[in-house]
């Protein structure tokens, strides 16, 4: 089998395992809150209809609780979950109550991705453009400036930054934020550009910060890369300064781009952050609109999505990895 | 006895006076000038401006921000530093177990892996929402260690795994060190550098990760940390209503005290990698 294919069938393994295990996060979460979910249910739809007769009570509770899966053993509870959860049932909304968790989510979750894939792709090409340039560069005050900065600012939650940069942006540049148009009907490379209108402002909330840890880790591999003998040696047959600064990037980047993979989850949790912050309709808002309403499937299907829609990501970034990587393409020579 | 030479280095200096400043604020403060619970709303005249009588100015909530910010303050680091103890001590014994035993190094480094690209808010806010009413301050710290430990595992474990082929250790193997000595008197000393780094940066993702969860509203609002306060002053459009102190003020302190503590992570790597 060619060592690409293989390779992308081991990443895609490795999807199905990180898939797997926040599905048993998700079940363990959802079986360990001091109260369980489909009486919140129970409760919130008696008291929508306060004329129910005993018995009706007592059948709509059972007909929920089966609806959960409630009454087996805890096993066979998680097989059932696992299975359910897999193909996308998830039960019913109780906010939006019958209207299924899926597919709320399946309108939102396309935004966040788009964003997180953005920001993620952009933020790490500034950061490691500028991480390469600083560390060869000769205006040995500027990279510091730079540097320092960056160093400086890093520490800083980004939940503080955000709302410093919702302030800055609304209160002080009175800049607008884009509302939402109908994209239903229109062809695919005008809602393209309106998801593009939508996300630029928590996009550039993002990169503004998501460059500088890039920045800080490319800097200090390619300071230790230009050491290296191989550098030393172009240098002195004389090779010009793009050479060599595609020496030290080419070499650098590979690590780097395991970061990026890593980091992800974290990207996420950013993402989440400003769309709430920023009106824009990915699985931020969700969240909000869950917990303001108490609603625990809706927020459990999150937990779930968000996983796997942070897992599709990472494939996909996966994918390009044999590009970038000789090692995947020629193994063993 | 002569003081080691950090103790002359002003950039050392500094960050840990502001930090021992801050450290008095939130402890000596509410112990000795707080009269009135500062967790009441409607305790003071609303939405004021710092003046005299209250030098950070009050909140639409009707709390004295001179005596919010200590409590808040000192619940975030009380967050922060549970967070980064366990997540450290769940990372340490972790990778010494992996490196020692010499066994599932793979098996451990994906599912490490694989807990490092999980999304940690949706799970956090869920588990802090849905416990909201029984919650403690420490109990945060723990449950933000359950994603906390998987970087630092990660970077410990690569440091160890290239440590364990150095030559000193396979000399501690051969002489018949036992293994818990081999930890404590090998190894140790080696991380022990990066376990202060990390725990630095751990209280600092704790902080951030917490102040995120309480800007989603999904924790038990009425307990004041730097989170809950921007959650209310946003709640109450504070932004929109200029009333700059109520977000502002706490927000510098963390900033303040953030910064410090970095700072002198920082210093103390530098000199801690100095003699090595």
């Not at chain 1, 081991?10 to 079986?31: E, N």
């Not at chain 1, 917990?291 to 829609?309: C, F």
């Not at chain 1, 990501?313 to 063993?332: N, S, W």
Request: include cysteine.
């Amino acid at each position: 089998m060619h060592p690409v294919v293989k390779y992308i069938i081991k990443r895609f393994g490795r999807m199905l395992l990180t898939i797997w295990i926040g599905l048993t996060i998700t079940f363990i979460v959802s079986r360990s809150l001091p109260f369980n979910p489909a009486d919140v249910l129970v409760s919130r739809l008696t008291s929508y209809a306060l004329q129910l007769r005993p018995e009706e009570l007592e059948r709509m509770r059972r007909v929920i609780y089966d609806l959960f899966g409630l009454r087996d053993p805890i096993y066979v509870q998680y097989i059932k979950f696992l299975y359910g959860y897999f193909l996308g049932e998830m039960g019913p909304s109780f906010t939006y109550f019958p209207v299924k968790v899926s597919e709320i989510i399946s309108a939102s979750l396309p935004w966040s991705i788009f964003l997180l894939m953005q920001t993620s792709i952009i933020s790490w090409l500034i950061g490691n453009f500028l991480g390469v340039v600083a560390a060869l560069s000769k205006h040995r005050r500027f990279t510091k400036g730079v540097e320092y900065f960056a160093m400086g600012l890093q520490p800083i939650p980004f939940a503080i930054f955000a709302i410093a940069y919702l302030i800055f942006y609304v209160v002080i540049l009175k800049g607008s934020i884009p509302a939402g148009e109908i994209m239903r009907g229109k062809p695919i490379i005008e809602v393209m550009l309106i998801a593009f209108r939508r996300s630029i402002i928590p996009l550039t909330a993002m990169v503004i910060w998501g460059w500088m840890g890039n920045f800080l880790g490319m800097k200090s591999l390619a300071m230790k890369l230009k050491n290296e003998d191989f550098v030393e040696y172009a240098k002195l047959r004389g090779a010009p300064q793009r050479t060599i600064t595609w020496y030290v990037t080419r070499n650098a980047i590979t690590p780097q781009f395991t970061y990026l993979l890593l980091s992800l989850g974290m990207i996420f949790t950013g993402a989440a952050l400003v769309e709430y912050l920023f009106s824009y309709p990915g699985i931020g808002i969700l969240l909000v609109t869950s917990v303001l309403n108490a609603d625990y499937n809706l927020m459990l299907g999150i937990v779930y999505m968000s996983i796997v829609g942070v897992a599709i990501a990472a494939f996909i970034l996966d994918i390009i990895y044999p590009i970038i990587d000789p090692r995947i393409r020629y193994p063993g020579q | 006895m002569k003081l080691p030479s950090i103790f002359k280095d002003r950039s050392f200096l500094i960050p840990l006076s502001i930090l021992l400043g801050i450290v008095v604020y939130i402890i000596v403060y509410p112990a000795l000038f707080i009269r009135v619970d500062p967790t009441r709303w409607y305790v003071v005249p609303k939405g004021l401006p710092p003046s005299q009588d209250y030098p950070f100015g009050t909140t639409l909530t009707g709390q004295n921000i001179a005596d919010l910010v200590p409590i808040a303050l000192r619940n975030s680091i009380v967050i922060g530093g549970t967070t980064a103890l366990t997540s450290i001590a769940i990372a340490v014994v972790l990778s010494m177990l992996v490196v020692l035993v010499r066994k599932g190094v793979t098996a451990t480094m994906t599912f490490i892996d694989t807990m490092c690209t999980i999304p940690p808010l949706p799970v956090l806010i869920v588990l802090l929402y849905g416990w909201r009413d029984y919650i403690t301050m420490p109990l945060i710290g723990l449950i933000l260690s359950i994603f906390g430990w998987a970087w630092p595992s990660r970077a410990l474990i690569s440091i160890l795994s290239s440590l364990r082929e150095r030559t000193f250790i396979h000399t501690s193997y051969l002489s018949g060190l036992p293994t818990y000595l081999i930890m404590v008197k090998d190894f140790i000393p080696y991380i022990l550098r990066y376990i202060l780094i990390g725990f630095v940066n751990l209280s600092l993702w704790g902080i951030g990760m917490e102040t995120t969860v309480a800007m989603f509203g999904a924790m038990r609002m009425d307990i004041p940390t730097i989170g809950t306060t921007l959650y209310w002053s946003m709640h109450f459009q504070a932004f929109i209503l200029g009333l700059w102190w109520w977000y502002m003020i706490p927000t510098l302190f963390l900033i303040v005290f953030i910064l410090s503590l970095y700072a002198l992570g920082v210093k103390l790597d530098e000199y801690l990698t100095a003699g090595v």
